[in-house]
């Protein structure tokens, strides 16, 4: 089982869509996210972005733009603008 699996198990994470999933609850969400430090914040939404821009999802440019924004400067600002 994984993490995943425990958390959908434990209602903290809802699944949706054909392979989503969400946060159950905003102040978990909001919780695991002030904890996480900027350097970690900015290489999960550059992760985000990538995984966006592979085509999974059916139209990902602005969350792409979003997550890119949010991870410079991982990420030239150019590339995020663009």
């Known amino acids: 089982m994984t993490t995943l699996d425990v958390a959908v198990q434990s209602r903290i994470v809802s699944e949706y869509g054909s392979g989503g999933y969400r946060f159950a609850y905003e102040l978990i969400r909001r919780s695991i996210r002030d904890g996480l430090g900027s350097a970690e914040r900015r290489r999960l939404h ?28 991982l990420v030239e600002a150019e590339e995020a603008v663009s």
């Open 46 to 73: 550059l992760a985000v972005a990538r995984a966006l821009d592979t085509g999974a999802a059916s139209d990902p440019i602005a969350a792409i733009a979003q997550h890119l924004g949010a991870a410079v400067p």
